[in-house]
């Protein structure tokens, strides 16, 4: 299992991103291969967010939103006292 950072996920989903072209095929292999991900819970908060504001569409934001649910080898965990928690 791999940890992906909010950073990561947007300059995945952001063409205009410094990192898009690094990220891209990275993060698409990840997916494929079918990579178990965790992440924080507070992804989708600073993913949706980032998406919201860079295309000015809070739409856009909830879409992200939507899509990063239905990843089904994303889990998503809670952060306690410093650690990463199912």
Known sequence: MIVIDASVWISFLIKQDAYYTVT????TQVLLNKVPVAA??????????AMSRRLESPDMGEKTVNRLLSIPTL????????????
């Open 24 to 27: 891209k095929p990275w993060l």
């Open 40 to 49: 924080p819970i507070l992804l989708l908060a600073e993913v949706g967010g």
């Open 75 to 86: 889990q998503m965990n809670c952060m306690v006292g410093g650690t990463m928690t199912s």
